[in-house]
């Protein structure tokens, strides 16, 4: 039976997959739940074929292992196989579902991660995470301090004045106030010293990768954006154009067009969402050095700054950062302004 099957379509899930097969003439084999451990044997007993699934946190596992048996492998996005479920939605529709997208001839797929590449997504998302929790402990410690009158400006730079006033005796603090707020800024210090590895660990990549060093040189891009781009972004050379990989990213106008008639409107923000905003981010604090400075050199940049919004402007430029990183990439080229 396994000989008669050109494409295994599987709705993963944590222990109990669903496994549907499709022969050559598209008729259904057969569409049955396998366990975690048939579904390795399945693939490894299974001839050359299809194996298609849904594109998710796992998929690039499972999609390495069928590599590794000689299958081809299909990751489909979510949004593309919801529009072939028929009728109700469980597990035997979704398999059949991402079957049934996985055959269609202009279907867009994604491209499976290699460990490294994943590897680097969770260095980076790491970081991210330890920033944010970091965040939200110093916005504690503000709230809980301006209670008593303790009150400081937002942002890491200024934990030390909050610092100064807890080990100052003089300060009216209630003694369980001051204990708490010492836990606070012993955790904060914990996670300070993290992120300092962590950043200092992309910084020595970017200088020792030749890749991560040619994305540095585009004015606005630092470590942990090109970071973000060799964690999260497939071959560049996958994509036709810088066009299409801005595309990728989000960085293009939503679209309600019809009759002839195009009707654009704010971003799309369908794409991969962490180069999108550290892009956005980075394009920000470009366009804050040029209003500051009063111009630029760059009379493209110039311009837009004096006719559009900051935040507009700041996308727009992000699309084109966007187009260099994917020029400087299959170029292999450093950035040199125009």
């Known amino acids: 039976m396994t000989s008669k099957i050109s494409v295994l379509a599987i709705d993963l899930a944590k222990g109990s997959f669903q496994v ?31 194996v298609a699934m849904e594109a998710c946190a796992t998929s690039h596992h499972w999609g390495r292992l069928a590599q590794s048996h000689g299958h081809e492998v299909r990751l489909v996005p979510a949004a593309y196989v919801k ?22 001839p202009t279907m867009r797929f994604v491209a499976v991660k290699s460990a490294e590449t994943q590897g680097r997504a969770v260095a980076f998302r790491t970081h991210q995470c330890m920033v944010r929790q970091r965040t939200q402990l110093i916005n504690a410690l503000r709230g809980h301090l301006a209670e008593f009158g303790l009150v400081a400006p937002k942002g890491p730079a200024s934990l030390k004045l909050l610092e100064n006033s807890l ?55 630092g470590p942990v954006t090109a970071g973000a781009v060799a964690a999260f972004a497939p071959d560049l050379d996958t994509f036709e154009s810088g066009r299409n990989f801005a595309a990728w990213l989000g960085l293009v106008p939503r679209q309600r067009s ?12 369908m794409g991969q969402t962490d180069i999108r905003r550290l892009l956005i981010v980075g394009a ?55």
């Open 167 to 221: 080990a100052d005796e003089n300060t009216d603090l209630p003694e369980p106030v001051r204990h708490m707020g010492s836990i606070y800024v012993e955790q904060i210090a914990r996670l300070t010293e993290v992120i300092n590895q962590l950043a200092d660990e992309l910084q020595n990549s970017s200088k020792t990768d030749e890749q991560l060093r040619r994305l540095c040189t585009i004015p606005g891009i």
């Open 258 to 269: 019809t009759g002839g008639k195009a009707r654009l409107g704010s971003v799309s923000k």
């Open 20 to 50: 549907c097969a499709v022969g050559p003439d598209g008729a259904v084999v057969f569409n049955r739940a396998v366990s975690r451990t048939r579904l390795a044997a399945l693939l490894a007993d299974q001839p050359d074929c299809i």
């Open 83 to 104: 529009p072939f479920v028929k009728r109700q939605k469980n597990d035997r529709a979704d398999a059949e579902a991402i079957a049934e997208a996985a055959l269609r």
């Open 284 to 338: 920000m604090s470009v366009i804050r050095w040029v209003v500051r400075k009063g111009g630029s050199a760059n009379r493209w940049l110039a311009a837009l700054v004096t006719r559009k919004p900051k935040m507009v402007a700041a996308v727009a430029l992000a699309n084109k950062m966007a187009r260099m990183i994917w020029a400087l990439s299959t170029k292999q080229e450093n950035y040199r302004m125009a």
